[in-house]
């Protein structure tokens, strides 16, 4: 594993996302600079994969930037949906990133007799200005609710129900999000590549 501190960019403008991001790097001394901030574009997501779409955008912002760059690429994949938002997640919201009316698409498809588990995938990619990349993916399994329970987290998380859980991501404060989490499960396999020798 390459090094990658001091300054990471994080290759998102997605504000919840990066500061979930933040918080699990703070320990390790990691100064993080937003996509958003350093004025990066942002790619088109034309992989098939969560994988693909990560290392696509981390791979943008590291040769932009010409600094390490870590890219998430997440959904939720509802198995009476055949999978589906999956990689479009984020693209159910619309341009104006309204989860509020992809939580009601979610349910209007579902119908209120359908199988309701779903769960959340999370693949960070670390990339380099010379085009090395290195993944690492989580899961978390769980069912949907409705109505959406909690103001808290971002995207579908008022929703999500994990598994052995009483409270959605929505309703979980931080820490408790940060400890079983998909982002979480993605990230310990990225700390133990770079900071656990």
């Known amino acids: 594993m390459k090094a990658i501190g001091p300054k ?24 993080c600079v937003g996509a958003a901030e350093l004025g990066l574009p942002e790619p088109e997501e034309t992989a098939g994969t969560f994988t693909g779409n990560a290392e696509l955008k981390a791979l943008a912002a590291a040769r932009s930037a010409g600094l390490p760059a870590l890219a998430d690429d997440s959904g939720l994949s509802v198995d009476a949906l055949g999978g589906a938002p999956g990689v479009f997640s984020a693209r159910w919201a619309g341009p104006k990133k309204d989860f509020a009316m992809a939580m009601q698409r979610v349910e209007r498809q579902l119908g209120p007799d359908a199988d309701r588990r779903a769960h959340f995938t999370s693949v960070l990619a670390l990339a380099w200005p010379d085009g090395h990349v290195e993944s690492f993916e989580g899961k978390v399994e769980g069912r949907l609710v409705w109505p959406p329970r909690g103001d808290r987290g971002f995207g579908y998380d008022p929703i999500f129900l994990p598994e ?10 931080p820490a408790g999000k940060h400890e079983i989490s998909h982002r979480a499960v993605a990230f310990r396999q990225l700390i133990a590549a770079c900071f656990q020798r």
């Not at 919840?16 to 699990?24: C, S």
């Not at 052995?164 to 404060?173: L, N």
């Open 8 to 31: 990471l960019v994080i290759a998102t403008h997605n504000a919840g996302k990066l500061r979930e991001i933040q918080e699990l790097l703070a320990p390790h001394g990691i100064d």
């Open 164 to 173: 052995g859980r009483s409270h959605t991501f929505g309703e979980m404060d």
